[in-house]
């Protein structure tokens, strides 16, 4: 093998945990509860706005902070569910999903040197767009059964050079759903030390039990300080399509699209007008979601109880993570995940993947499985998982 090419601060990420283990899953014929994914279609009238956007015409670039009608929606959405209300001129940007908007806010206000504080676990691109900006991450350890954050060590982490607060409720891969309260105490920190939040809230709309998520921008002293980021890909079934965006006060969301316009100048045109039909959907549609994926989740809940798995109950997201240590003497969750691919057929991922190294140890034992799956495709993975576990 020729040496390395990759730049020295992308080389400790290698290849996305997602690609591979989904390349797996198609080589091995396996059930995919890896990536976060649904496998099946959002709203008719979603998909047929798309087509008809493409038919009618919308086949070229799109103004950089991206289509109007899609820029009001999202400002019309945060209005309704969180009373936040956007300047749709100013305060509201369309990026290529919720992942460019993080590199953006990221790439786009980070000086190297800087310090990003950050929950760990954490979804895999925030280590990396942290590292691309040459800034440093530091990590708030959430430790299971509950997962929830501790304020003292937030505190303690904050140094002269922490400029971002990057938080991330509903929580990938836990399914922690942050409180108003544990929301209030962290713009505390952010007031006091005169930090940025960034907040990605892509599994807004994914809450369960009654509960209901509450936007970072609700909190009056937070509106002016945070990036609230998101995307249509969770919420309407179009992870492929990714649209997302950012909001914010002008100053802000300017830093982001000062980044943006370098890495995808705009994004696909036809999805836009269809995201923005997606939003102004009536709230049933919402509701539905959120109860229809609920039972999803106590569907894997049981098939996992039931094989023999201890795993930690989500309140909310795609996901629910167990701890393998009964099932895998030496607790390598990789190692189970290859295995549990080629003797069982389903696919699941390791989390450590979301641990920096010096923490790696506490994601070791642990997995994530994806319920935002068919009914009946959960039922063959439990059937799989219970002949496998036998
Ligand atoms: N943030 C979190 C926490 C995620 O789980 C994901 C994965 N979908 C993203 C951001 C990226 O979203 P998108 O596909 O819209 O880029
Ligand atoms: N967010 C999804 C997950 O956590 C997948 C995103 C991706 O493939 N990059 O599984």
């Given at each position: ?34 990536q ?5 279609d ?27 009608v ?15 209300s ?29 310090e990003v ?12 767009c ?18 929830r ?18 938080i ?5 891969p ?11 105490h ?30 970072i921008?609700?909190?009056p ?26 909001v ?29 039909r ?9 509701t539905?979601l ?24 989500p ?7 167990a ?5 895998q ?8 995940c ?11 991922i390791p ?19 994806a ?20």
């Amino acid at each position: 093998m020729p040496p390395s090419v990759v730049a020295s601060r992308l080389q400790p990420f290698g290849t996305t945990i997602f690609a591979e283990m989904s390349a797996l899953a198609a080589e091995l014929g396996a059930i995919n509860l890896g990536q976060g994914f649904p496998d099946s279609d959002g709203p008719r009238e979603v998909l047929d706005v798309a087509i008809e956007s493409i038919n009618g015409g919308l086949n070229q670039y799109p103004p950089g902070m991206g289509m109007q009608v899609l820029r009001e929606a999202i400002a019309q959405h945060q209005q309704r569910f969180y009373g936040v209300s956007y300047n749709c001129d100013t305060e509201v940007l369309v990026t290529a999903g919720a992942t460019e908007a993080i590199a953006g806010a990221l790439l786009g206000l980070l000086e190297p040197g800087d310090e990003v504080i950050v929950f760990e676990p954490m979804y895999d691109s925030y280590q990396a767009c942290i590292a691309m900006a040459g800034a440093v991450s530091v990590p708030i350890l959430l430790e299971p059964p509950m997962y929830r954050p501790n304020m003292d060590a937030f505190e303690a982490a904050i140094t002269t050079r922490t400029k971002i607060l990057l938080i991330n409720s509903p929580h990938n891969p836990t399914g922690m759903l942050l409180t108003r309260e544990e929301q209030e105490h962290i713009v505390r920190i952010a007031e006091q030390h005169n930090l940025i939040i960034v907040s990605d809230e892509v599994y807004e709309h994914l809450v369960f039990d009654g509960q209901r998520h509450v936007s970072i921008a609700e909190i009056p002293q937070a509106r002016n300080r945070s990036i609230v980021i998101s995307s249509g890909g969770k919420t309407f079934h179009t992870t492929g399509w990714k649209v997302g965006w950012a909001v914010g006060p002008a100053h802000l969301i300017a830093a982001v699209r000062s980044a943006k316009q370098f890495l995808t100048y705009v994004n696909a045109a036809p999805f836009q007008p269809a995201i923005a039909r997606g939003l102004l959907m009536p709230d049933e549609y919402f509701t539905q979601l959120a109860k229809n994926l609920e039972d999803r989740r106590n569907q894997l809940c049981d098939v996992l109880s039931e094989s023999g798995f201890q795993y930690f109950r989500p309140q909310a997201t795609y996901f629910v993570t167990a701890d393998i240590r009964s099932m895998q003497a030496n607790g390598d969750g990789r190692e189970f995940c290859q295995r549990l691919a080629h003797e069982a057929g389903v696919v699941a991922i390791p989390n450590v993947v979301f641990y920096t190294p010096q923490n790696a140890h506490s994601g070791r034992h642990l997995v994530r499985f994806a319920f935002c799956k068919q009914e009946k495709v959960i039922a063959q993975a439990a059937q799989r998982l219970r002949n496998w576990a036998q």
